[in-house]
């Protein structure tokens, strides 16, 4: 499988959803100061437990098939979260 070039219109309509989509659990979870205005290190800076925190999110697109096997959908957490 080759590598998806990048589409800045797709990016223009993602990135807003991927930073809304983590906000909102961010805030579930107990973060504060959510700041979703992008640096040049990560997407989304915040804190908790008075530590800071840093998110970077994305949507893959390319990633829709994964979710489709033998006719099932298959339901995958909303991020991939580091520590």
Excluded at 25 to 46: H, M, Q, S
Excluded at 61 to 79: E, H, Q, T
Aim: charge should be neutral; include cysteine; hydrophobic fraction near 35%.
């Amino acid at each position: 499988m080759g590598t998806k070039r990048f589409d800045k219109n797709l990016y223009d309509k993602a990135d807003p959803l991927a930073k809304g989509i983590m906000g909102a659990w961010l805030e579930r979870n107990g973060y504060k100061f959510i700041n979703p205005e992008e640096t040049y290190g990560v997407d989304i800076t915040c804190s908790k437990d008075d530590e800071p925190a840093f998110f970077e999110t994305e949507i893959k697109y390319s990633w829709i098939r994964i979710g489709l096997m033998n006719g099932m959908r298959y339901v995958f957490p909303i991020g991939n979260i580091r520590s």
